[in-house]
């Protein structure tokens, strides 16, 4: 007598999502995520912080296309609210590069999105180099007057 395991669907989710990233399918990834999804990058560059709804999130995957990020799953597990994935990370285009392993921990909620991921980086450095060299701040003018809030 043979069982077969029951595949997770949180885990099914999270496979969908990395196809749909290969592809470059935003609404494909966008269906996995919940509205209000927090997404954690870690490191001391312009990328990094937490995107805040699906609208930022959905603006950092525009920015990681246009460097030629490429994502390949090698673990994928799951338990309960969470599923880890570990994956191989690297970047086609640019100065510099990226080539890394990646480990991201996703949430899920009572709806079976994904409301939380957070990433940790297997050469946190490579990544805030790899960033700074290629998504250059905008002039201290433009930066300094989105901030700032006229007197009353």
């Known amino acids: 007598m043979t069982s077969e395991a029951v595949p997770d669907p949180k885990v099914e989710a999270v496979d969908r999502f990395f196809s749909a990233y290969a592809a470059g399918d935003v609404t494909a990834m966008s269906s996995v995520l919940a509205p209000g999804i927090e997404w954690t990058v870690p490191g001391h560059h312009p990328l990094s912080g937490t ?45 510099g590069r990226v080539d890394t392993m990646w480990a991201l921990v996703w949430h899920f909620d009572a709806d079976g999105r994904v409301d939380r991921v957070d990433n940790l980086s297997g050469d946190q450095h490579q990544m805030d180099t790899y960033v700074w060299a290629n998504f250059p701040l905008a002039p201290l003018p433009a930066r300094l007057a989105r901030g700032r809030k006229e007197p009353a």
Do not use: C, M, N
Not at 62 to 88: T, W
């Open 51 to 95: 995107k805040s709804g699906l609208g930022e999130v959905v603006s950092f995957f525009d920015q990681l296309g246009k460097a030629g990020f490429r994502a390949e799953p090698v673990f994928l597990g799951g338990d309960g609210e969470y599923v880890v994935d570990i994956h191989r990370g690297w970047t086609t285009r640019g100065v």
